[in-house]
Antibody, heavy 115, light 110 residues
């Protein structure tokens, strides 16, 4: 059974940093594309970042709104997906989901950026 | 403003059929597969349709998808009150190298 569990969400001040984690199980982690998607309160879904599979060198893509501030990465040995978020802005406040091949989703973790 | 255009809301009576459209362009739906997601209140999104018209095994056949040119459509038949949710289309945009979502459609079962 595919299982994705996000963690690391917190209240952080503008300009601060945070690292989210997504623990993956039930599939071959290195063979799958992995994404981060977020949803601001009362808003729609917004894709954030992608990590392609190992055969594609774990290459990455980012939404324009986070490029240069966020970094997606993996720890293959631990089946963990990360999202390092720097220079956080109030508009980054959202529930952050990790997704496998844009198919299976985790339950999300809340990030609140506020002073 | 989303790259994929969906109606903000649709409604129909229980037992009826409803369709939700998703309009894109030649760089996204026109050349890539479309997916559809259901998000019940307070829950994470759930995949309903992938590769334009394929259903995960757990999704009932009341849900179906289709694609024509640069548009995709989700159809739901035999509407139930439990189908009340937000529905999103999504696909990869080959020009922008990003995944894009529609703005979402709120389904009300009257």
């Amino acid at each position: 059974e595919v299982r994705l569990v996000e963690s690391g969400g917190a209240l952080v001040q503008p300009g601060g940093s945070l690292r989210l984690s997504c623990a993956a199980s039930g599939f071959t982690f290195s063979d799958q594309y992995m994404d981060w998607v977020r949803q601001a309160p009362g808003k729609g879904l917004e894709w954030v970042a992608r990590s392609r599979k190992k055969a594609k060198s774990y290459s990455t893509e980012y939404a324009a709104s986070v490029r240069g501030r966020f970094t997606i990465s993996r720890d293959e040995s631990k089946n963990l997906l990360y999202l390092q978020m720097n220079s956080l802005k109030t508009e980054d406040t959202a529930v952050y989901y990790c997704a496998r091949e844009m198919g299976s989703w985790g339950q999300g973790t809340l990030v609140t950026v506020s002073s | 403003q989303s790259v994929l255009t969906q109606p903000p809301s649709v409604s129909a009576a229980p037992g009826q059929k409803v369709t939700i459209s998703c309009s894109g362009s030649s760089s996204n739906i026109g050349v890539n597969y479309a997916s559809w997601y259901q998000q019940l209140p307070g829950a994470a999104p759930k995949l309903l349709i992938y590769d334009n018209n394929k259903r995960p095994s757990v999704i009932p056949d009341r849900f179906s998808g289709s694609k024509s040119g640069t548009s995709a459509t989700l159809a739901i038949t035999g509407l139930q009150t439990g189908d009340e949710a937000d529905y999103y289309c999504g696909t990869w945009d080959s020009n922008l190298s990003v995944w894009i979502f529609g703005g979402g459609t709120k389904l009300t079962v009257l």
